[in-house]
């Protein structure tokens, strides 16, 4: 993908990994090839896609370029439900991620930024696919409040984006007002 992106845009100024799944695998009954796919998306994919935009970005002599993880609630409490306890703790692992990159990029002296957008539900395709054997349980995952669309956290990205060269935004959290947890 980034040689493919090197070749057709010279580069990445701009990383934003969004990629994300959660499957129904509890710490204590959870399969291991569940518990495998989500380190694998939502930790190592990541750390991947970070790293190489980064170089992509060192290569070029990018000093204002940002690195924007689109992370979840769930890397900042855990939720009561056995189902979603491994996923939050990759998404735990996001959050620790971020601050580590931000302060490695400190240490290279550059002025690329780093930033966790996390949200509560967004009303997507994700709870249809983590509850693919329940739709009804997906659908009223979605049904029972106002959730938040893929245009709020678009719009969370924006402003990211548009913040002053000096700041440095670490961590936007953001869900919908009626959500609970």
């Keep these: 993908m980034f040689s493919a992106i090197k070749t057709l845009h010279k580069g990445v100024d701009v990383c934003i990994n969004n990629a994300g799944l959660a499957h129904n695998e509890p710490l204590l009954s959870g399969k291991t090839e ?6 694998d998306v939502n930790v190592l994919a990541l750390s991947i896609c970070t790293r190489e935009a980064y170089k992509s970005m ?3 002599n990018v000093d204002d370029g940002h690195i924007i993880n689109i992370n979840s609630m769930g890397g900042h409490r855990m939720v009561p439900s056995a189902d979603e306890h491994f ?5 735990y692992a996001v959050t620790a991620l971020t601050e580590g990159i931000r302060q490695e990029l400190r ?7 780093a ?3 996390s949200p509560g539900i967004v009303e997507t395709e994700f709870a249809f696919r983590h509850h693919n054997s329940d739709p009804e349980k ?3 995952v979605y049904e029972s409040m106002k959730c938040l669309k893929a245009e709020d956290i678009a719009s969370a ?9 000096h700041v440095q935004i670490g961590d936007v959290q953001m869900r919908p007002v009626e959500q609970v947890s």
């Design 87 to 91: 996923y939050c703790a990759t998404k």
């Design 138 to 140: 997906a659908a009223a």
């Design 107 to 113: 240490e290279a002296n550059t002025h690329i930024r």
């Design 58 to 60: 060192k290569e070029r």
């Design 115 to 117: 930033t966790c957008i």
């Design 157 to 165: 990205v924006t402003f990211v984006l548009s913040a002053p060269p």
């Design 34 to 39: 569940g518990w495998r796919n989500m380190i």
